[in-house]
């Protein structure tokens, strides 16, 4: 069946450090891909997303490009701030049948002054 | 807008207690409805979900079962909970491009 597997966290960086978490899919077909932020407490929010090969989704300075050769939808962003402190879900949708989302397990951001 | 809501946020139930967590939809007719759980430090699970009213789905065998009674209205349950139940439950609903967008949850600790 359809897998994500993201880095193992926590990644520690310091404010205005460059950041990439990356994300590796198996899937059947061409799924869409998607970055999903969690702040604590919260729920899931939608960060980006991208829906074929070599679109590029971006948000709020964040970037990943769905790479269809590499099978990965890696997370980048310029200049990490403290308030990007926070889980980061990779996560692919199914197009068909149950069109849920797989998500991978996660990776924890913390971000220092 | 399109609108999820979960509750209760927080719950603490002693073992063998039973479950209803509700969620409800606004602004939409005829989403799709997903139950997710995250367990303490990991990723999400899918365990219901739904296309149409009464239509549920199980992706995991468990303690839990699920309802849809109206259109936006998707209901979690249990008869007697476990210990293994505890963990952050979120509502889902499809979005248009296959995207997820998701209540703010329900944290639920067995005692």
């Known amino acids: 069946g359809d897998s994500v597997t993201q880095m193992e966290g926590p990644v520690t960086l310091s404010e205005e450090a460059f950041l990439t978490i990356n994300c590796t899919y198996t899937?059947?077909?061409?799924?869409?891909l998607f970055w999903y932020v969690q702040y604590p407490g919260e729920g899931l929010q939608l960060l980006l997303k991208a829906t074929k090969a070599d679109d590029k989704g971006s948000n709020k300075g964040f970037e990943a490009t769905y790479r269809k050769e590499t099978t990965s939808f890696h997370l980048e962003k310029g200049s990490v701030q403290v308030s990007d402190s926070a889980v980061y879900f990779c996560a692919l949708s199914e197009r068909t049948g149950r069109r849920a989302l797989t998500f991978g397990s996660g990776t924890r951001l913390q971000v220092q002054p | 807008s399109q609108t999820i809501h979960q509750w209760p946020a927080t719950l603490v139930q002693p073992v063998g207690s039973p479950l209803s967590l509700e969620c409800t939809v606004e602004?939409?007719?005829?989403?799709?409805l997903y139950w997710y759980r995250q367990a303490a430090g990991r990723g999400l699970q899918l365990l219901f979900y739904s296309v149409g009213i009464g239509q549920i789905s199980s992706e995991v065998p468990q303690n839990l079962s699920a309802s849809r009674p109206q259109d936006r209205q998707f209901i979690l349950s249990s008869k007697k909970l476990l210990l293994s139940d505890s963990g952050f439950y979120l509502c889902a609903r499809r979005g248009a491009n296959t995207e997820a967008f998701f209540g703010q949850g329900t944290r639920l600790t067995v005692v």
């Open positions: 602004g939409t007719s005829n989403p799709n």
């Open positions: 899937a059947t077909g061409y799924p869409s």
